[in-house]
């Protein structure tokens, strides 16, 4: 179970850091993605962590946004920065048991790899 936490309403230039608890396995073994949706759109990709920290951005989103990890608080971060109107959105998290190295690049921005999904949290940015 995945359990996303951390929006809220920002200004534009402003700050924040979205976490994702995983309850009931252990999320060293996982690999972590977040996606993000606007009404009518479809979820698309943010960014994605591996077991073992490779990881992958989408490319509108490079140096804004940064995902990590705490595999001793099981839990995963997307921090962003420089937040713009246009990042406004619900963002999920989601996880996979992926303790491979063979799994491609295009594997972490599929929202079909991915197992266990949280439930979404609201980031608006105003103005």
């Known amino acids: 179970q995945l359990q996303a936490s951390g929006g809220g309403l920002v200004q534009a230039g402003d700050s924040l850091t979205l976490p994702c608890v995983l309850s009931?396995?252990?999320?060293?073994?996982?690999?972590v993605g977040w996606f993000r949706q606007t009404p009518g759109k479809e979820r698309e990709f943010v960014a994605a962590?591996?077991?073992?920290?490779?990881?992958y951005y989408s490319d509108s989103l490079v140096g804004r946004f940064t995902i990590s990890r705490d595999n001793a608080k099981n839990t995963g971060y997307l921090q962003m920065n420089s937040l713009k109107p246009e990042d406004t959105a619900v963002y999920y998290c989601?996880?996979?048991?992926?303790?491979?190295?063979?799994?491609?690049?295009?594997?972490?921005?599929?929202?079909?790899?991915?197992?266990?999904w949280g439930q979404g949290t609201q980031v608006t940015v105003s103005s």
């Open positions: 009931g396995h252990t999320l060293s073994s996982f690999a």
């Open positions: 989601a996880a996979r048991q992926a303790r491979s190295t063979s799994y491609s690049r295009s594997d972490y921005r599929r929202r079909d790899w991915y197992s266990y």
């Open positions: 962590i591996t077991w073992h920290q490779r990881t």
